[in-house]
């Protein structure tokens, strides 16, 4: 049956299991652990986009839309944001209120496999755009095709999410690096894909765009940044407390093991001489 989430627009949506499985929930803590993020990380995103003003951008994907926000301010012009999450959806709406922002950004509720976008709205975006989707997306092809089909002829779009093995933590924690093994083995067991940063560019290719360019976000901080305790110690800790359960599932270490490891690795961020290395995967493809 067609479902009809937004006013002349008409896609039929998958089922949950067809389409992905997001690890992480939508609960409040979530919520906060994802704004965080995005305040440390959106600059470096932002200025790898150098978007152009008057640019028409879709964002998939657009979670809390802080990110989303951005880009319309650097484009000077509305942004398309489809998010999948209501829970997610409603946060964004209520962030761009706040800031007096709302009207920087279309908020749709769809998913990546199935845009919600008008007829008339394909082939008419200067830039498509996506960040830690397709990860959890168990036809990431389909998403990005759809991306491309937004595109006008010669519109860019932009691939970022990651590929989890490449954090790096020195000195060692004890354990933190088998607890960060056995969680990036929890993304298979439900179809997810924790090294897709590694095949952005082939899946461009692949989709039908011709690949320009292919690079890394920085994702880190050392002992002497505040950082690394408030942004990438504690996210990190969020990340592996919010999928505690499917990590234990795993058998690999015990609920008094994880205890351990989390506190271990809490402490080890107060340190002055630790450093934490994180690559976020960037690729870019023109459409032909």
């Keep these: 049956m067609p479902f009809r989430g937004h006013r002349d627009l008409e896609f039929n949506v998958p089922t949950t299991d067809q389409i ?3 690890l992480h929930g939508t609960s409040p803590e979530e919520q906060d652990r994802l704004s965080k993020l995005n305040d ?3 600059g470096r995103s932002l200025a790898e986009m150098n978007l152009r003003e008057g640019e028409s951008v879709l964002d998939v994907g657009s979670g809390l839309g ?5 880009m319309a301010r650097q484009a000077k012009a509305k942004v398309v944001g489809i998010e999948r999450s209501a829970e997610q959806l409603d946060q964004a709406r209520r962030f761009a209120a706040q800031a007096k922002e709302s009207s920087l950004v279309d908020f749709r509720q769809g998913d990546a496999t199935g845009l919600p976008l008008r007829a008339e709205e394909w082939g008419t975006f200067d830039v498509a755009h996506t960040r830690f989707v397709l990860e959890h997306l168990r036809d990431p092809m389909t998403a990005v095709r759809q991306m491309i089909r937004a595109l006008k002829p010669g519109g860019r779009i932009i691939l970022e999410d990651d590929g989890h093995d490449t954090m790096r933590f020195y000195p060692e924690s004890p354990g933190i690096n088998r607890l960060w093994q056995t969680y990036i083995r929890t993304y298979d067991r439900v179809g997810n894909d924790p090294l897709i940063g590694h095949r952005l560019v082939s899946i ?10 292919n690079s890394w976000l920085f994702f880190g901080a050392c002992g002497g940044q505040p950082e690394l305790m408030k942004t990438c110690v504690e996210n990190l800790i969020s990340i592996l407390e919010g999928t505690r359960e499917p990590i234990l599932s795993l058998g690999e270490v015990d609920a008094s093991g994880f205890k351990q490891i989390i506190d271990a690795f809490r402490e ?12 976020i995967s960037w690729a870019e493809g023109k459409m032909p």
């Design 40 to 42: 440390m990380i959106n």
């Design 268 to 279: 080890w961020g107060k340190r002055p001489d630790v450093a934490i290395w994180y690559a």
């Design 20 to 22: 992905s499985h997001y």
């Design 66 to 70: 802080q990110l989303t926000r951005a």
């Design 204 to 213: 461009l290719h692949d989709a039908g765009a011709i690949p320009v360019r």
